[in-house]
């Protein structure tokens, strides 16, 4: 057989449903695949190398070509403006990001705040919108920020709208619908080709 | 420590050591092929260099003269090169093969460990607009790099005329074809199948636009190119890169080479065939080039051209580390024998080695003077002592 390829997967929860897809797809992973602490896991019989890593963090190892593909959501991609190829939708973890905020209240009038673990799309958001807006940038918790003050709306991905609704936040407006990606370094693409196109076979034909 | 700007680098012995090994390496196959070097400023006018080029403006270094014209820092060799070929070279109207080693300057937006001045190494062929001449540029860009050392790479080749009359033919408007393009410059290709699903198209043309997609791998992909494309100028692509085909058997460096039609490397500035260059190890494009017809057309000559670069810092990367550094003597010295020393130096010089003539009392440790040369001699005291440790 060829060469190893190098897969980025997410940790958490995208990570059950890709890994659920790839066996669909005929790719035989070890049971203990789902419940390793490891950062690394080489599957021998399939000559791959899987490495685990933060959701945000996929696209730019297979941007600078340590990992050749990898399963990123579209809104990391869309943060992250990597250069990388986008070769398939899996249709996977399906979510939304949405502007939420505290219910019946106004965006302030001078300069509102939005808070946000996605400061690009936000801001890209808001300037097509022609709003000026101040956008602070949160690593988690972002439904805390109206609740407490920092914000007057958040810009967040939601799924259920469970973690909203229990925060006593509604949803004012949805930007973009979300599914995770299946994301190629260009150079493996080029380089790796045929067993690239392979894997984008198999994974076409169960989606 | 003191900083310096955003994205510039500091290149140390060692470093600029292998870095000249590497470039001049590339440099005598480039002259070999008949490639004349020249230089041109750091310093161009944004109006002219600066617009025409193929970097993004975001990209440019842009700074004001004292009579207040924008100026910027080249961003690239081509734009200069192009310049200086259609004002002062292409009296004769013939063919005209420049080359070039010069640091470029793009600034970098994200992750400022990012180089924002990086050297490239390249060369244009001007006023040839046969496919000869791009198949000399993917030949000499596959000589070149052998001659570097570098063994494992792959160029792979697409044509953005193809492109343009595909996508022409289907959608009927440059500004369709355009819209449709930029998915693909994106690396959207979901977003591309996405936008071809939702345009009102025959389920023959969209399933044309899909199979696009899959115009990669050996030179069989050529072959199915003849089942999309009806008119004449798409026509004319495919035969170019038929004969580009042959033209590459007969360099003998088929091994080297791969086809992707859907290679955009820019949104309109390639009008023909283009390439990119890939190093195994290396996860960005080690180097770049195709046919540029429209450039010349904006210094005031129409004249075709192609070209290609190489950059210096990711064929570094993909070479790795040169195994051999250069021996360098270390002749310590007192004053009583100063002119021996001397001799001694030059002597050595003129047999090619490199040697160091230090006062021995201006070295505060000696130990660790001679552990950084790979051989020291001592000249010191009265003539006839022993040395001095």
Known sequence: MSEVLTIAMPKGRIFEEASDLLRKAGYRLPPEFDDSRKLIIDVEEENFRFILSKPT?????????VADLGIAGKDVLLEEERDVYELLDLKISACYLAVAGLPGTKMNDVAPKIATKYPNVAAAFFREQGEQVEIIKLNGSIELAPLIGLSDRIVDIVSTGRTLKENGLVEYETITPITSRLIVNPVSYRIKDERISEIVNALSEVI | MFEKPLGMRDTLPNLYETKEHVRSSLEAEMKCWGYQFIGTPALEYYETVGTASAILDQQLFKLLDQEGNTLVLRPDMTAPIARVAASKLLKD?????????????????????????????????????????????????????????????????????????????ILGTEERARELTKFLYEKNYVGYREHVKSLPLSS?????????????????????????????????????????????????????????LTLVSHMSYYTGILFEVYAGNVGFPIGNGGRYDGLLQKFGKSTGATGFAIRLDRLLEAIGELDETVPVNCILFSSERRKEAYELAKAKRLEGKRVVLQDISGVKDIDACTNKYSDVTFLVGKTGKEPVE
């Open chain 1, 57 to 65: 963090d996929v696209a730019t190892y297979v941007e600078h070509g």
């Open chain 2, 93 to 169: 109207n013939l063919p005209f093969r420049l080359a070039y080693s010069a640091n470029v300057f793009r600034a970098q937006q994200r992750e400022g460990g990012r180089p924002a001045e990086f050297e490239q190494v390249g060369v244009e062929c001007i006023g040839d607009e046969t496919v000869s001449a791009d198949g000399e540029m993917i030949a000499l860009a596959v000589a070149s790099l052998k001659e570097a050392g570098l063994k494992n790479f792959q160029l792979s080749i697409g044509h953005a005329g193809f492109v343009k009359e595909l996508f022409i033919q």
């Open chain 2, 204 to 260: 023959i043309d969209s399933q044309r636009l899909l199979a696009f997609l899959d115009l990669r791998g050996g030179v069989e992909v050529i072959g199915r190119t003849l089942d999309l494309i009806e008119n004449e100028k798409g026509k004319e692509a495919i035969l170019e890169l038929k004969e580009l085909w042959n033209i590459i058997r007969d360099y003998d460096i088929a091994g080297h080479i791969k086809f992707d």
